[in-house]
């Protein structure tokens, strides 16, 4: 069975760079089946989507956060990341990773994000 | 980006009763819509993709309809369990946008 687990610092300081990371269990982080990302969730607020990766090299990210957000993969460690730079307290959030199921082979679009981690809290402050 | 609205924001319903939640898009995106069920403290829980289709182990009240800019979810037969919020998302292109959410109270 599929898990996934965020792992990184529950606190930031302000400015600093947030680093997270996804450990994939029970499944090969090399499937060209799944894209893999990052969605957050600030305290009593909703969703919100940062990033994905595909196959270890394509990436996309939010627009809103693109020039602060870096997504990459580590297969061999079987794990992604996200690095987020010049954190505000506005991004002080509930993180989490989660593996977004394709529709076919080409991954062109997918169905949505089928397994989840449990989160991390993450908290900037000083 | 792909706005997505969803209506009501929160609703208050009997065990038994048919509860029906819209989503809509600010532009079309076919059926490229999932929803998601997020109960307080955990993770949100992938519920129908391709906007009627039922994910694998999901209780079969939960329904899904919809194409192009507006869709729905339905929970046939409310229950006691089902209390929680639920947010659509749009798949069809990036940047994925989610719904602001509809809090659903037993």
């Known amino acids: 069975q599929l898990q996934l687990q965020e792992s990184g610092p529950g606190l930031v300081k302000p400015s600093e760079t947030l680093s997270l990371t996804c450990t994939v269990s029970?499944?090969?982080?090399?499937?060209?089946?799944?894209?893999w990302g990052w969605v957050r969730q600030p305290p009593g607020k909703g969703l919100e989507w940062i990033g994905s990766?595909?196959?270890?090299?394509?990436?996309y990210h939010n627009p809103s956060l693109r020039s602060r957000v870096t997504l990459y993969g580590d297969a061999s460690k079987n794990q992604f990341s996200l690095k987020m730079s010049s954190v505000t307290a506005a991004d002080t959030a509930v993180y989490y990773c989660?593996?977004?199921?394709?529709?076919?082979?080409?991954?062109?679009?997918?169905?949505?994000?089928?397994?989840w981690g449990q989160g991390t809290t993450v908290t900037v402050s000083s | 980006d792909i706005q997505m609205t969803q209506s009501p924001s929160s609703v208050s319903a009997s065990v038994g009763d048919r509860v029906t939640i819209t989503c809509r898009a600010s532009?079309?995106?076919?059926?490229?819509l999932a929803w998601y069920q997020q109960k307080p403290g955990k993770a949100p829980k992938l519920l129908i993709y391709?906007?009627?289709s039922l994910q694998s182990g999901g209780p079969s009240r939960f329904s899904g309809s919809g194409f192009g800019t507006d869709f729905t979810l339905t929970i046939s037969s409310l229950q006691p369990e089902d209390s929680a919020t639920y947010y659509c998302?749009?798949?069809?292109?990036?940047?994925?946008?989610f719904g602001p959410g509809t809090k659903v109270d037993i």
């Open positions: 989660a593996r977004h199921r394709c529709s076919s082979s080409s991954c062109f679009k997918i169905y949505g994000m089928d397994v």
């Open positions: 029970g499944g090969s982080i090399r499937s060209s089946s799944y894209y």
């Open positions: 990766i595909y196959d270890m090299q394509t990436t």
């Open positions: 532009q079309g995106i076919s059926s490229w």
């Open positions: 391709a906007a009627s």
């Open positions: 998302q749009q798949a069809n292109s990036f940047p994925f946008t």
